[in-house]
Every structure is written in structure tokens, then in C-alpha cells.
């Protein structure tokens, strides 16, 4: 197949920083998403449903005047967050889900929760008004191995959680084992996963290949062969349960090439290139348009997209860096070979 044409699809997890860092990244995303939901991890975090919608109101401010991309917005769940404040989200159509990260577990998740007994109220309130709850899906006690994380907080926090809230939605995000695709499978359709593109592509070998490859550093991090090859079947297998996200997360480069580096990988300039390249290498490039552009709409219970997009057989090479504000950003893919080309339709 050399050309293939998809309703327009959208990204159910994105980070787009704030200021001059987004205006710079923003596009990235717009050139073929007519949603994303935007990830609440800003310093400080996006807590109150006013903070989301000043937010949303800078990333609109950054569009260009022709584009009619609609970020829809979260709320950062905190200890002190109050069920009165994640109230107001059920009558706000731009504020569509709540953001839990376990205290630590990633970049700028240090005001996440610390225990889930502190927010009961407030998983009661999101259950009683049908709002989701976006699962950074990892325990962070310190003599868990990191390879081992996303198990044990399926086994030790989620399953708990939704035996106590079973009706409440929830999206496991970027999950990155066998073991969350056999559990999201096997439970009803209130569960549903996000799959990033780098751990379709890419094993943890990945981020030592000739050497330190802190570009390749995320989290939940990169896990074994047999992983990639589960989350592959996942995504191409037709199953609603699960739908892209790219988790693309900008860092600069300074911040990256560091002793002590942020994680995230920046996949925005060739998402939805990068997700043909995997679905074509497990022959299922007809399964691509769900994955991208329905099963995270009807989860969301949103109308699915009309707008068209196209992609062609075609070699192109990333550029090594892009603006970030003031510093670079270094891309997913920088300065090699992308192997699909968004065209005009």
C-alpha cells in the first residue's frame, strides 16, 4: 500500500508545555490531530478548573488563525484536590477527564497522589457524573524495579480502584507490557489503554544502542521484546479498548543530555507517520483509522471527526532539532529516515 487516506485522527495524551515552549510545539500536533487531550503536568500544575481553561485559552491564542484544532483539558489530581472543584467539570465540554499521577513517578508529578484513601471523594464524585480518570499507571516505591512497576500497580492500585469504583472510566495510559494488555482485555469496556508510537517501535535496547541514548529515555520506560510484540497485536487487533496517544512530551535538549535527565520523548513532527510505520510492519494497515481516529472518540463520547487526512509511501528525513522557545528540542527520529509523509488531500 502507498497511499492511505484516514478520517482525521486525534491524540489522547499530549504534553504541550506552556508559553514560548508550546507556541513552538504546538503545530507539530495540529498539522494532522483535530484533538488532543493536553496533559495537566505544568509547574505549577493545573489543579482548578479555571487554571484549565486560562490554559486552554494561551494554547488557542498560539494557533494560527486558519486552524481549528480544540485542545480539551485536565485537572491535575492532588491530595487536596475537593470533589467541589471536579464537579464543576461535568457541564464544561472543554474539560474532559482527571489526571492522576502517582506522587513521583514521572516528570513534574511531584504534587501528584499519595494515597488514593485522600481522594475517595473525589473518585466518588468523577463515578456519580461519569467523568474519566487517566491513570499514570505505575507504583514508585523505591525497591519496586522500574521494569516491574506497571505490573505491580495494576496488581496492587488498580485493580483495588476499580473493584471499589466500578463504574467509573478509566484510560491506563502509555501502557507498555503484556501484562496490561491481557488485564485491559479482560475487564469491561469502563477500561481502555492509550499506546504510545515509541513503544510500538522501539525495546529497551533502544535506549543503549551504541551507547547512552538519552533521547530514548521515558516513563513508564521502555520494556522488553515480548512487550513491544504484545502492545503491536493490541493496537492493530480492532480492539476499541485501545487508541493512540502519543505522549509526546518536549523536553530541551539541555535537559535531556544532562546527569540527570527529564523523561519524555518528543514524537509530535512524525506521530502519525511513525504509527503507519508500525501498523505496515504487522501488516494491518487497515486497522489504522480505528486505532487512530474512532475507538478514543466513542470512549470519550465524542462526535468522530469528518475531516479527511492522507498519508503516502515516501522517505523523508527528520530534522536533528527543532525551536523550543529560547533552547532546541530534539525530535524522535532526529536526522533519520521517516518512511510515510502526510500529503495534502
Request: include cysteine; charged fraction near 20%.
Amino acid at each position: 500500500m502507498q497511499r492511505i487516506t484516514l478520517i482525521q485522527p486525534d491524540d489522547w495524551h499530549l504534553h504541550l508545555r506552556d508559553g514560548a515552549n508550546m507556541a513552538s510545539v504546538v503545530s507539530a500536533t495540529t498539522r494532522c490531530f483535530a484533538r488532543a487531550i493536553v496533559m495537566p503536568n505544568l509547574k505549577p500544575p493545573i489543579t482548578t478548573v479555571a487554571e484549565a481553561l486560562d490554559y486552554r485559552k494561551r494554547i488557542c491564542a498560539a494557533l494560527a488563525p486558519e486552524c481549528h484544532f480544540n485542545p480539551l483539558m485536565t485537572l491535575y489530581l492532588t491530595d487536596n484536590t475537593s470533589a467541589t472543584e471536579i464537579a464543576q467539570i461535568k457541564d464544561n465540554e472543554y474539560i474532559v477527564a482527571v489526571k492522576y499521577y502517582p506522587a513521583g513517578a514521572t516528570t513534574h508529578s511531584e504534587n501528584g497522589v499519595t494515597d488514593l484513601q485522600k481522594v475517595w471523594s473525589v473518585l466518588e464524585t468523577m463515578q456519580t457524573y461519569d467523568i474519566p480518570l487517566l491513570i499514570h499507571g505505575e507504583v514508585t516505591t523505591a525497591n519496586v524495579d522500574i521494569f516491574d512497576r506497571e505490573k505491580i500497580f495494576i496488581e496492587q492500585v488498580l485493580a483495588p480502584l476499580l473493584e471499589n469504583f466500578p463504574d467509573l472510566r478509566v484510560v491506563l495510559e502509555h501502557i507498555t507490557t503484556q501484562e496490561a494488555v491481557d488485564y485491559i482485555i479482560g475487564k469491561n469496556n469502563k477500561l481502555a489503554a492509550t499506546i504510545t508510537v515509541h513503544h510500538l517501535l522501539m525495546n529497551r535496547n533502544e535506549i543503549f544502542r551504541g551507547g547512552i541514548r538519552p533521547h530514548h529515555y521515558c516513563l513508564p520506560v521502555l520494556k522488553r521484546e515480548k512487550h513491544r510484540q504484545a502492545l503491536l497485536r493490541a493496537a492493530t487487533s480492532g480492539n476499541p479498548k485501545f487508541f493512540l496517544g502519543t505522549d509526546s512530551a518536549p523536553h530541551a535538549q539541555f535537559s535531556k543530555e544532562t546527569a540527570c535527565g527529564c523523561a519524555g520523548m518528543y514524537s509530535a513532527p512524525a506521530a502519525l507517520e511513525l504509527y503507519a510505520e508500525a501498523f505496515e510492519q504487522n501488516q494491518a494497515l487497515d486497522k489504522l483509522e480505528g486505532f487512530a481516529s474512532f475507538y478514543g472518540a466513542d470512549f470519550y463520547r465524542l462526535p468522530r471527526n469528518t475531516k479527511k487526512v492522507t498519508l503516502e509511501k515516501r522517505t523523508w528525513k527528520m530534522p536533528t532539532y527543532f525551536e523550543f522557545g529560547k533552547q532546541k528540542v530534539i525530535p524522535l527520529r532526529a536526522g533519520a529516515k521517516i518512511y510515510w509523509q502526510q500529503v495534502q488531500n
